[in-house]
């Protein structure tokens, strides 16, 4: 099953780092981003949950939790956080899912095509998890998605940008051109009239009659 955006968010209960997790109620209020990985111990997934401890201040600043995902147990997370500590200099509290039995990873379409053949010569790789963001809004619906091959760690500042665009349009009538930063100035969406547009934004920067900047608001 593909999760589209808008869709509401799979809702699971599963054991983790931090205790049994309700999703949708451990998700409250806040925005989430959700990760997975192929496995505990391996290596790009230990520099990608490194990244992850570092920037946790600025998730928290940002009313996001984040969660990861992987098809190892709790107790093999437990260890393996000693790790990513260790390499990334920063503690690893956010929780890491338990999904031995692939609950998550299927409910959520982390696996790669070749899960999907006959049993018959499937190797691990065949059913590792590949590296997928979803980020969740406080209503519960997917509001962004991203998939890698098992190959290439994610740019999590690429992400944390992400998340600022997502956040800075979330319900109104604004949009982020391409390579936005936050303080860069938004695209006013054509749902509103010129006069329409400048009244609730301010004045606005008409490069095409379509296209039309205004100040992001604070």
Request: charged share 20%; aromatic share 10%; glycine share 6%.
């Amino acid at each position: 099953m593909s999760i589209r955006i808008n869709d509401v968010a799979p809702d699971f209960t599963a054991e983790s780092t931090a205790g049994t997790i309700k999703f949708h109620d451990w998700l409250g209020d806040s925005y989430a981003i959700i990760f997975s990985h192929p496995r505990d111990f391996t290596p790009v997934c230990t520099t990608e949950f490194g990244a992850v401890a570092q920037l946790a201040g600025e998730f928290a600043k940002r009313n996001t939790k984040v969660i990861g995902v992987s098809v190892d147990a709790v107790e093999d997370h437990l260890k393996w956080k000693r790790d990513i500590e260790a390499f990334s200099g920063s503690p690893a509290d956010f929780p890491i899912i338990d999904d031995t039995s692939l609950t998550v990873a299927k409910a959520y379409d982390m696996l790669p095509a070749e899960f999907y053949l006959p049993v018959e010569g499937r190797t691990p790789a065949n059913t590792a998890t590949v590296r997928t963001v979803y980020i969740i809004g406080p209503d519960k619906k997917v509001r962004l998605t991203m998939t890698y091959p098992m190959s290439v760690g994610r740019n999590f500042a690429e992400i944390l940008r992400a998340l600022d665009a997502v956040q800075a349009t979330d319900g109104v009538p604004l949009a982020t051109p391409a390579n936005w930063v936050p303080g860069q100035d938004v695209i006013v969406a054509l749902s509103l009239n010129n006069e329409q547009a400048a009244a609730k934004y301010g004045d606005l920067d008409i490069k095409l009659p379509y296209l039309r900047f205004a100040k992001a608001p604070k």
